[in-house]
């Protein structure tokens, strides 16, 4: 067991991702940080198997895993006391081309794994009351990416849920919009044309979500609850 304060990170398969810096982050805040991975679903992806990245590894497309992930790092660490749902099933595809197996299997990771991971986190966590965290990282991003973002839907209304069912234990519950973040899968046009398109004139950066992740993971964000926060730099 730790003295330190433990958080659950999911998805955190890519040093140069958005989970990885929240990991890096939460670390210097105080937390010890236990991460998941599944290196299979990046082998599938453009960018490979990040090979240097440490983790549990963990396929959330089996509704069994939830349970033993918490069964595992409860008797390794101890109550979690943060839940940060970094994970994700992300396979461009529009209404004409998106398959239905694709279809069942982002919402199997996006948005049931979601549910699984938070009513785990729900049912174990001993208090004290105001302490607990539930942070989940979403997209409106949708045209051309019909499955991915329609379980990302999902998944906001499930942490609303969260916030409203929860909150007598004393845990928050809120979902992170990023916007567009370069962690390397961008092409230059692609690039170009959504730096254009955010005011700030800059592209998101991992460390921009990890210190939004970070505020509400700690003790200042626990009057925030049950909120769809863009961190975007104004991206429309």
């Not at 398969?13 to 210097?28: D, P, Q, S, T």
Request: charged share 20%; hydrophobic share 40%.
């Amino acid at each position: 067991m730790v003295s330190e304060p433990v958080a659950l990170i999911t998805g955190v398969g890519r040093r140069v991702g958005i989970g990885a810096a929240i990991a890096e982050r939460l670390r210097a805040d105080g937390w010890t940080v236990v991460t998941t991975r599944w290196s299979d679903y990046d082998r599938r992806m453009p960018w490979g198997a990040d090979e240097t990245t440490f983790g549990m590894e963990a396929d959330l497309a089996d509704p069994g895993t939830p349970a033993r992930l918490f069964d595992q790092v409860s008797a390794e660490y101890g109550v979690v006391r943060a839940l940060v749902l970094a994970h994700c099933e992300s396979v461009d595809s529009g209404v004409l081309d998106t398959t239905v197996e694709s279809f069942d299997r982002h919402f199997a990771v996006n948005a049931r794994a979601s549910w699984l991971l938070i009513r785990e986190f729900a049912r174990r966590y001993p208090g004290p009351p105001g302490v607990g965290r539930i942070v989940a990282l979403t997209s409106d991003d949708v045209v051309h990416n019909l499955p991915y973002g329609a379980s990302k839907g999902a998944l906001d209304r499930i942490v609303l849920a969260a916030a409203r069912e929860l909150g007598h234990l004393g845990i928050t519950a809120n979902a992170v919009n990023p916007g567009p973040v370069d962690t390397g899968w961008m092409d230059e046009p692609l690039r170009a044309e959504l730096q254009a398109r955010t005011p700030l004139g800059r592209l998101g950066l991992p460390r921009d979500c990890a210190g939004l992740v970070s505020f509400l993971c700690g003790p200042d964000g626990g009057w925030l609850t049950g909120q769809l926060l863009l961190s975007n730099g104004g991206f429309t």
